[in-house]
């Protein structure tokens, strides 16, 4: 069947802005923000909760233990919430982030990921972002973003977010996490060959929105 909502895809690096990119163009032309990473987030914590070991999970693990995730529309953005509760500061944490990506390496996991973000662009106008939503979870989305940032400057971002000074030794290590996020991420991470780059490491993060917002009228007509 054909898909008659808009779809706008914003892939990237970790930490290259698309979260809250996708988030603003999302509340300026009254689309829901998906964050697809959430997801593979939410498996994650649901598994932490059941099996403390992640050396130990296995797909069919994680899968179980995720049954219950389910994702909800609010305002301005679809939210996982795990056995009818909101999850937000459990899946930011340091013990999910640490053992997401061993998560998003399981294609099964993926394919559950997959069936839901398209799930919720059924029925609504979607800003989707993350690392695979150009290339194989809306191959045919209306308009495709693959951001970049020097891994310095994503560094730095990320500190300025946490909002506590920085030294140069923090900045060091957090460049260095960085990158080997971007290493272990990088099967995934690729950018659809009828993507929009956008180099946002000069831009300010309204500037990103713009350009998108831009680019999206130009496609809705
Ligand atoms: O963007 P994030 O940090 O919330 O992503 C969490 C993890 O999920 C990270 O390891 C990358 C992975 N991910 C993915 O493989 N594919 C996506 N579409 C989104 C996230």
Known sequence: MTRRTFVIAIDGPAASGKS?????????LGYLHVDSGSLYRA??????RDQSDPSKWTEQAVLD????????AARTSFYP?????????????????????RVAQMPRVREWVNQKVRDAAKSRNV??????????VFPDADLKIFL???SR???ARRLRQR?????????????MRITERDARDAGQTVPAADSVMIDTTGLTQQEQVEQIVTLSKQRSG
């Open 127 to 136: 800003v989707v972002d993350g690392r695979d939503m150009g290339t194989m």
């Open 81 to 101: 919430l795990l056995e009818g509760r909101a999850i937000e500061d459990e899946i930011r944490g340091g013990e999910v982030t640490d053992n997401v990506s």
């Open 153 to 155: 400057e994503r560094a």
């Open 20 to 28: 809250s990119t996708a988030q603003m163009v999302a509340e300026k």
């Open 65 to 72: 233990a995720a049954r219950p995730v389910e994702l909800r």
């Open 148 to 150: 970049v940032a020097d």
């Open 163 to 175: 909002g506590t000074p920085a030294s140069q030794q923090m900045l060091d290590d957090e460049t």
């Open 43 to 48: 498996a994650t914590a649901a598994t932490l």
